[in-house]
């Protein structure tokens, strides 16, 4: 009885979190040009227009070179941050895992702003460079999450074999340490990626009209003309965000089949 409850609720709260998506997904292939229900037909029209269409081809595209940008730059910095967090000697090391994760908790607005008025000074503002440092500002952290964890997975001992062998310590970490922590890098380089492409706070403060990325792209499209090309990109976002998820979940499956 009680068992057949907790399983009643967990699918009404799976219901209610993924009903907005469920909702907004036939919209994508609509042959009207209000986002309404009923459906008087089905139409790629929407698609197309997102491939053919100048401001939604250049944002993809944008959305691509700052992605792109943003997960190798967030990758290697949060990688090489969880390694220098792991050692337990580090002076202030709770302070210093804290300052990591500020960017995840303090207000997007405030972060543009902030990062505004420092881009001008360094005149990096309405470029690539500009957006791609504020992306990876707000996606380290999940890189140094993830990586902190597969890091903490490690067994040291595994480590202090291999030099107790003669092996130096760029060998350790090359044939060690780098290969058992890859689920965690693949995972964060992944979320780096995803808050990229989902970043739209940021990107109004930095990016100029070149840099329009597909999420400030749909935001402004909301402000001006509602049109169901957003359902349609929507809908890649859904669908690549389940994609995502399911690399993520191949991934830690396959690391998990190799330790065994």
């Known amino acids: 009885m009680f068992k057949g409850m907790k399983l009643v609720f967990a699918a009404a709260m799976v219901t209610f979190l993924i009903a907005p998506l469920i909702a907004i997904l036939p919209l994508a292939f609509t042959s009207s040009v209000f986002l309404t229900y009923p459906i008087p037909g089905f139409s790629t029209r929407w698609f197309e227009e997102l491939v053919t269409a100048d401001a939604w081809q250049r944002s993809i595209v944008n959305s691509l070179i700052v992605g792109s940008g943003t997960t190798l730059l967030a990758t290697v910095l949060g990688t090489t941050a969880s390694l220098g967090l792991r050692h337990r000697s580090l002076p202030l090391l709770g302070v210093a895992k804290t300052l990591f994760l500020v960017p995840m908790v303090v207000p997007a607005v405030v972060l543009g702003v902030g990062m505004q008025v420092l881009f001008v000074r360094l005149g990096i503002a309405s470029s690539y460079i500009g957006v791609i440092v504020a992306h990876t500002v707000v996606a380290i952290p999940f890189v140094v999450v993830s990586v902190t964890g597969a890091l903490a997975g490690i067994d040291r001992r595994v480590e ?16 060690m340490t780098l290969p ?20 739209v706070v940021l990107t109004l403060f930095v990016a100029g009209p070149n840099q329009r990325t597909l999420a400030r792209q749909m935001f402004s499209t909301i402000r001006e003309n509602i049109s169901p090309a957003i359902a349609a990109a929507a809908f890649i976002f859904i669908v690549g965000t389940i994609a995502i998820a399911l690399i993520m979940l191949a991934v830690k499956q396959r690391a998990a089949a190799s330790s065994a």
């Open 180 to 199: 058992l922590a890859m689920p965690g890098i693949l995972s964060g380089a992944v979320l780096a990626f995803a808050t990229s492409l989902d970043e």
């Open 160 to 175: 202090l074999a291999a030099e107790s062998l003669g092996a130096p310590p760029v060998t350790v970490f090359r044939r």
